[in-house]
């Protein structure tokens, strides 16, 4: 299967650093960016940008950093947006309703999907985002966590919610699953026939309840998942065990 | 809304870094543990431990680095383990059945919720996790991301994995959000009907298509979502317009 691409709609999606104050989570933040599939940083009103440790925590992303828009307002960075959510983990006294990335997500995609734009916005690192930044957007965003330490560091927030976004864009895994062709119910039957044929034949039976074994086989071979391969090396093995009972084959330990 | 509790059964649910090589990472990935509840960390030979760093960017969750296991070996990480799931990013020639976080979750949930251990296992930030390490873990898991890069740091991965797993527990974010009483569709029609007067009592309507106009409206309206304070205040609006038109108050202009 070959590598999917990464969705074009995405480019319709920015994340937006209000007043941030470590270069090294500017950094870190445009690699969680890129790791999902997102581009489009705006940088307002940085304390340190560009720097040599936003460059190096960005690792392979320093690209983002180079396209990333400087403004000096948050205003700016939303101009031509039409939804707005401003990621939060305090309490606001603000009628905006709140909901999880999860829940925001499929209207953000389904957006960016039509050619609108749409941003998440992060605070600053001590601060968050101020009263009148939150008004500047039109959802309130809170990540799910532990009531008692709610300390998610900012790029962690970042990972978090363009994962969640990512999650929801149509790629998918497939093309890293092993090939591997599952076995048929009539193989995996087979093969369970084989073994009670087997099992009767080495005396396994002798004083147990023969039916109630199978029993219990059939259910953890059908529970298993079998491959193909998997049913032929079993049969294998249990041929190899017939002939050694039929002292067709010398034991390895003779 | 009182906050929620960190529900029991998280104590059930482990995450084992194998021989992780940078004590930075050791000390975010107990702080994003932290952040999503949970609070057994295993180390299997991290090559340095405990140190400073690791202090420093655990923040608050040096109680987490305090009770940390250190064990030579992954198979010691895992003895008492029913479920382990691998946190890879590479393709496997494996037949282990390779998953998203989101479709492994609620089976380790609800594993945990029974008592029993489960646990996520990361790899060496370099070299991942080897065959040998993959082999003991009876889960893949592979978080999505951009195929084209996928360069997730170790703290990231264990961020986004915890997170999940935290989304699936059942503490919602309830408590946070402000509380204010929604209108009723009477209260929302009441206020419509207001408006329709007033626009007709200040002559809006004249050569315009009013029914319409307020057609609009109302599907504005009810589409807001509004609460009972805010149709309070636009009646109050609407009130003190008409009181104007009839001449019984003054401009402020005037």
Chains 1, 2 share one sequence.
Do not use: W
């Not at 995405?10 to 969680?32: D, E, F, T, W, Y």
């Not at 940088?43 to 040599?52: A, N």
């Not at 190096?56 to 983002?64: C, E, H, N, R, W």
Request: proline fraction near 5%; glycine fraction near 8%.
């Amino acid at each position: 299967m070959n590598k999917p691409q990464v969705p074009d709609f995405l480019k319709n999606i920015r994340v937006v650093l209000a007043r941030p104050s470590h270069p090294g989570n500017i950094g870190s933040a445009a690699r969680a960016m890129k790791t999902m599939g997102l581009t489009r940083l705006y940088l307002v009103e940085p304390k340190t940008f560009p720097s040599d440790e936003a460059n190096t925590l960005a690792s392979g992303a320093v690209d983002v950093l180079e396209q990333a828009v400087v403004v000096p307002t948050l205003a700016e960075a939303l101009t031509d947006v039409t939804v707005a959510c401003a990621l939060t983990s305090r309490r606001r006294e603000l009628t905006t309703p709140l909901s999880t990335p999860r829940e925001t997500t499929p209207e953000l995609i389904a957006r960016a999907q039509d050619g609108e734009q749409v941003a998440m916005v992060f605070g600053n690192e001590t601060f968050g985002l101020s009263i009148d930044e939150v008004e500047q957007c039109n959802r309130l965003v809170t990540i799910p966590g532990n009531p008692d330490y709610f300390s998610l560091n900012l790029a962690m927030a970042v990972q978090v919610m363009t994962y969640e976004l990512f999650s929801h864009s149509g790629v998918t895994v497939d093309y890293l699953r092993a090939e591997g062709e599952t076995a048929t119910r009539g193989e995996v039957e087979g093969f369970c026939g084989h073994l009670d044929q087997t099992l009767e034949h080495i005396g396994y039976y002798r004083r147990r309840n023969g039916e109630r074994l199978m029993r219990r086989m059939r259910t953890l071979f059908n529970r298993a998942g079998m491959l193909r391969e998997e049913v032929d090396i079993l049969r294998g093995f249990l041929k190899q065990v017939q002939r050694v009972a039929d002292g067709h084959v010398q034991h390895d330990d003779d």
